[in-house]
């Protein structure tokens, strides 16, 4: 069963009866874990909501959701009086908040955390090494959030991401679990899909400094059929930038997102993104290893069920 708890600026909590129903959503990066619960709710307590403004949720004592409180909602009919509340991650904090244009002679991962993320209240639970970039540039309208993906994704290689606990975790190495599912566990549906739409058959990367071009081929998805193009301009800061822009990067990135496995599971089953699935199902007859993008738990009038959005790798 679901608990919440609600905090209030100055850091009180407030206990919330047991959920009744609920939608639990785990990425750990963006687009945000999210969570959507409804609870039984006696009234007069309605003014303490103003005063909330972080969300916590636990199942049997393990904490599985902190975040940002975004909305309450009251009902009152002949069944009598309820509360739902719904929250974003800590990761909106960044995505809700923009940068001024900045430009540092050589940007250092403390110098991001130290500008874009710790103002926010977002402790960092784990930092790694990540290389100084020189002539790092942010621009106007960019969230926090994309100053820091950029910064570690694009520069350093390491994709930021969040626990359950609304930590941020900046280094290589995540750790993952690896889970086995078998036909004592069957799936209540699963759906493999081919997504081909946004997978680039080519990439022309052209170089705005020396004028010249050059072009990359996914010739597997051409001799499929796939004609999709993009044409990148390498901006011409540094060879760390250059990274994201050339057509090897484009190419993987695009293909990457093609093929994915949705599986509902019966009950909870906990797990994050990160960690690997590995399935051996003989009815329906699916085997293989599996990453795990997103985690959606939900209690409703259909009972308590799971859906995992499995990727490549």
Same mark, same amino acid.
């Given at each position: 069963?679901?608990?919440?708890?609600?905090?209030?600026?100055?850091?009180?909590?407030?206990?919330?009866?047991?959920?009744?129903?609920?939608?639990?959503?785990?990425?750990?990066?963006?687009?945000?874990?999210?969570?959507?619960?409804?609870?039984?709710?006696?009234?007069?307590?309605?003014?303490?909501?103003?005063?909330?403004?972080?969300?916590?949720?636990?199942?049997?004592?393990?904490?599985?959701?902190?975040?940002?409180?975004?909305?309450?909602?009251?009902?009152?009919?002949?069944?009598?009086?309820?509360?739902?509340?719904?929250?974003?991650?800590?990761?909106?904090?960044?995505?809700?908040?923009?940068?001024?244009?900045?430009?540092?002679?050589?940007?250092?991962?403390?110098?991001?955390?130290?500008?874009?993320?710790?103002?926010?209240?977002?402790?960092?639970?784990?930092?790694?090494?990540?290389?100084?970039?020189?002539?790092?540039?942010?621009?106007?309208?960019?969230?926090?959030?994309?100053?820091?993906?950029?910064?570690?994704?694009?520069?350093?290689?390491?994709?930021?991401?969040?626990?359950?606990?609304?930590?941020?975790?900046?280094?290589?190495?995540?750790?993952?679990?690896?889970?086995?599912?078998?036909?004592?566990?069957?799936?209540?549906?699963?759906?493999?899909?081919?997504?081909?739409?946004?997978?680039?058959?080519?990439?022309?990367?052209?170089?705005?400094?020396?004028?010249?071009?050059?072009?990359?081929?996914?010739?597997?998805?051409? =001799?499929?059929? +796939?004609?999709? &193009?993009?044409? !990148? @301009? /390498? #901006? %011409?800061?540094?060879?760390? *930038?250059?990274?994201?822009?050339?057509?090897?990067?484009?190419?993987?990135? =695009?293909?990457? +997102?093609?093929? &994915?496995?949705? !599986? @509902? /599971? #019966? %009950?909870?089953?906990?797990? *994050?993104?990160?960690?690997?699935?590995?399935?051996?199902?003989?009815?329906?007859?699916?085997? +293989?290893?599996? &990453?795990?993008?997103? @985690?959606?738990?939900?209690?409703?009038?259909?009972?308590?069920?799971?859906?995992?959005?499995?990727?490549?790798?």
């Amino acid at each position: 069963m679901m608990t919440g708890y609600l905090l209030t600026a100055g850091g009180e909590r407030l206990e919330l009866p047991p959920f009744t129903g609920w939608t639990l959503t785990r990425t750990g990066t963006v687009p945000c874990d999210s969570f959507v619960g409804t609870c039984l709710w006696g009234e007069g307590m309605e003014p303490r909501l103003e005063e909330c403004c972080r969300l916590i949720v636990e199942e049997k004592g393990e904490r599985r959701f902190t975040g940002v409180l975004d909305e309450c909602g009251l009902r009152w009919d002949e069944k009598g009086s309820g509360l739902t509340v719904s929250g974003r991650g800590l990761a909106a904090l960044l995505l809700d908040n923009e940068s001024t244009a900045m430009d540092y002679q050589a940007a250092t991962l403390a110098d991001i955390l130290r500008e874009h993320v710790t103002p926010y209240g977002i402790q960092v639970a784990g930092e790694g090494e990540l290389p100084t970039v020189p002539n790092f540039s942010t621009a106007t309208g960019w969230s926090q959030w994309q100053v820091l993906y950029s910064f570690a994704k694009y520069h350093g290689g390491v994709a930021p991401w969040f626990d359950v606990y609304g930590a941020l975790w900046v280094e290589r190495g995540r750790k993952e679990r690896r889970l086995t599912l078998t036909d004592n566990r069957g799936p209540l549906a699963f759906t493999w899909r081919d997504k081909r739409y946004g997978v680039y058959s080519e990439v022309l990367v052209q170089d705005r400094g020396s004028m010249k071009s050059q072009q990359v081929l996914n010739e597997k998805f051409r =001799s499929q059929g +796939g004609a999709c &193009r993009r044409v !990148v @301009t /390498l #901006p %011409g800061k540094s060879a760390h *930038e250059a990274m994201r822009y050339s057509g090897e990067y484009q190419l993987k990135e =695009s293909w990457a +997102g093609r093929f &994915r496995l949705e !599986v @509902t /599971l #019966p %009950g909870s089953y906990f797990c *994050e993104p990160g960690d690997r699935v590995e399935i051996r199902w003989k009815r329906p007859r699916l085997e +293989g290893t599996w &990453r795990v993008l997103e @985690t959606e738990s939900v209690l409703d009038a259909r009972g308590q069920r799971v859906t995992l959005t499995l990727g490549e790798g």
